[in-house]
């Protein structure tokens, strides 16, 4: 039977990498194996601090999902003059093949990055907003990550652990198991599944 995994993360444990350009950091909280050579992960789960506007990196053969989770959202220029709207809370998603420029609305922002390499995963992102109880099922080759936000976020495995997250802490599973997870009135969490495409 496949091996699965459960870890928390933590803020303290996670990095700060400022940009090249100046315009913002990155906090990257999670990775998952890279599938070929020549990758350094196959998908990838970071917090942005937007801090000016600017040109997006690209990030070839990967898909993102992108959610503004605090200021007051951005909007994504393509050459073609196509604008792409970021609002606060709303998962959107982009080709990181796209070269792409970021022009805030009203002050920096921060929001919620999960990029995959397009030919071996998938990945979605929902905003969960308290209260709300719902149970998640995972599969052998599957992640789910739940972020916290703000507020009160339980879940609980259904091997009987529970796990009770604070602000801004993560926890991450691989493989399959079932979760139920709770949040309170006041609270805002982001759902993240992975999945890994088959590869005919």
Do not use: Y
């Amino acid at each position: 039977m496949p091996s699965s995994s459960t870890r928390r993360i933590l803020p303290s444990d996670i990095k700060v990498t400022p940009w090249k350009n100046g315009g913002g950091v990155t906090r990257e909280i999670a990775t998952g194996a890279a599938p070929c050579p020549g990758r350094d992960w196959g998908w990838r789960f970071s917090i942005a601090d937007v801090e000016r506007d600017g040109p997006f990196s690209i990030f070839p053969e990967t898909d993102r999902v992108i959610a503004v989770i605090d200021g007051g959202g951005m909007d994504l220029h393509r050459p073609d003059g196509l604008v792409t709207a970021l609002e606060p809370f709303q998962a959107v998603r982009i080709s990181g093949d796209d070269p792409l420029f970021g022009r805030l609305r009203g002050g920096p922002v921060r929001d919620l990055n999960i990029m995959t390499l397009r030919d071996h995963f998938d990945a979605s992102l929902d905003i969960w907003q308290g209260p709300r109880a719902a149970a998640l099922e995972t599969g052998n080759l599957d992640c789910l990550l739940i972020h916290n936000l703000n507020g009160g976020c339980v879940l609980r495995a259904g091997g009987g652990e529970t796990h009770v997250l604070a602000p801004a802490e993560t926890l991450v599973h691989e493989g399959r198991d079932v979760f139920d997870i709770h949040l309170a009135e006041d609270a805002r969490s982001a759902v993240i599944r992975i999945k890994r495409r088959k590869i005919m």
